[in-house]
């Protein structure tokens, strides 16, 4: 066990053809200025075929780069602030759906990935690290096929005496935990999974927020074999991501064997050891 190496040529990918590259450009949460996406125009053009990819985890590669050219485009990028990286043994490019901004969003989904990828982003380790931000249960972002996955929720509280019946709740709400009866609201907490769109469309503020946080899940992953993030208990401020986060890529970085995801790391040892030692479930 080990901290894992660093990739010499972070950002670098190789291609089917022989002496060929792509360059892998982080876009931190998905976002590149106007002069950023210009200048990667530019490089695409002066060193590649023209054209620019996006990956799955909202970063862009220059695809049909020449070995022998690489110093040179990397150069280019990088005097318009533009990084390679998300490559190798190491905390990949954290990706976040828009939840700052989206109507449904629970929480700051681009403020805690660009905070993520400032003091995590690229920290070598065993093995590949991938983190998720979804804003709400819609779950754009499906965070549970990441090694850690974060998804904002929002409960609601209502005011009876605010409310005029007019039936914005009931209708937003696609879990059936709201309905209008004779005496005013019945809400069902149980079927309720916390999306706070009855929050964000009631009309007078009768509704309002009871409680909110993260739900945190562990251990998931896609590709050839799939695992399902496990979801821990007790909710996570939003103020607290970071440094649980922080906690749980040390732990990883100190327990996991070489080559071992999280999910592996887990069933190893054991959900609930992990989470004890953690201290998750406190």
């Known amino acids: 066990m080990n901290g894992g190496k660093n990739n010499r040529q ?8 022989k002496g060929v590259v792509s360059l892998r450009v982080k876009a931190v949460a998905g976002f590149l200025s106007a002069e950023q996406l210009e200048a990667l125009a530019r490089t695409a ?9 996006t990956t799955a985890r909202l970063n862009l590669e220059i695809p049909g780069i020449s070995k022998t050219d690489v110093t040179d485009a990397a150069a280019a990028l990088s005097a318009a602030d533009l990084v390679l990286g998300s490559t190798g043994p190491s905390v990949r490019s954290v990706v976040s759906c828009k939840g700052t901004i989206c109507r449904h969003g629970c929480c700051d989904t ?3 990935a660009r905070q993520l990828e400032e003091t995590e982003g690229g920290r070598p380790l065993p093995r590949k690290l991938k983190i998720a931000i979804a ?15 974060f998804m904002g929720h929002r409960y609601p509280r209502f005011t009876e005496e605010e409310c005029t019946q007019c039936g914005a709740c009931e209708t937003v ?8 009866g004779d005496d005013g609201i019945v809400f069902s907490p149980k079927r309720c999974i916390g999306c706070g769109d009855c929050i964000a469309v009631c009309p007078k503020d009768a509704v309002s927020i009871a409680d909110e946080g993260l739900s945190l899940f562990l251990g ?4 050839r074999k799939i695992r399902f993030g496990t979801e821990v208990k007790s909710r996570v401020a939003e103020m ?3 440094a649980i986060t922080e906690r749980i890529i040390t732990y990883f970085a100190e327990n996991a064997c070489d080559g071992e995801r999280f999910g592996q790391m887990m069933d190893r040892l054991g959900d609930e050891t992990v989470f ?7």
Do not use: W
């Open 135 to 149: 804003g709400c249960p819609n779950n754009c972002s499906r965070v549970q096929f990441n090694d850690i996955g």
């Open 110 to 112: 681009f403020g805690i």
């Open 173 to 180: 709400c696609k879990e059936d935990a709201i309905t209008m």
């Open 276 to 282: 004890r030692d953690l201290g998750l479930y406190s």
């Open 220 to 223: 998931g992953r896609a590709g």
């Open 45 to 53: 053009r002066d060193y590649g075929q023209g054209e620019v990819c």
């Open 240 to 242: 607290d991501v970071p």
């Open 10 to 17: 972070q950002g670098v990918l190789h291609l089917r053809e």
